[in-house]
């Protein structure tokens, strides 16, 4: 099976309680991502996700244009790795 990006944002900010989740969720069914979304016991919100590098990038772009007002802080790594997901969920 051939390599594909995969990338993790963490979100920062009050990105718990307000439907930060959900609206990760609705963002990606625009895309062609795979992954999931996750509250995380420090506050923050894990974005797991892999796809064509353009993509990401969009889907990253489109999250944090979205929930703006909720995010303080956004910490990205991306690698290159074999699929490890289908389809994109909330953890």
Same mark, same amino acid.
Request: aromatic share 8%; proline share 3%.
């Given at each position: 099976? #051939?390599?594909?990006h995969?990338?993790?944002?963490?979100f &920062? $900010?009050r990105?718990q $309680?307000?439907?930060?989740?959900y609206a990760?969720?609705q963002? +990606?069914?625009?895309f062609?991502? #795979?992954?999931?979304? &996750?509250?995380?016991?420090? $506050?923050?919100?894990?974005?797991?996700?892999?796809? =064509?590098?353009d993509?990401?990038?969009e889907?990253? +772009?489109?999250?944090?244009?979205?929930?703006? $007002?909720? =995010?303080?802080?956004?910490e990205?790594?991306?690698?290159v790795r074999?699929? &490890?997901?289908?389809?994109?969920?909330?953890?």
């Open positions: 099976m #051939a390599d594909i995969h990338t993790e944002v963490y &920062q $900010g990105v $309680g307000v439907g930060f989740r990760v969720l963002v +990606a069914k625009e062609e991502v #795979a992954g999931f979304v &996750q509250n995380l016991t420090d $506050g923050r919100v894990l974005v797991e996700a892999e796809a =064509i590098p993509e990401l990038d889907f990253v +772009a489109a999250i944090q244009e979205k929930m703006d $007002g909720y =995010i303080r802080k956004v990205r790594s991306q690698r074999t699929p &490890q997901f289908a389809g994109f969920v909330i953890r």
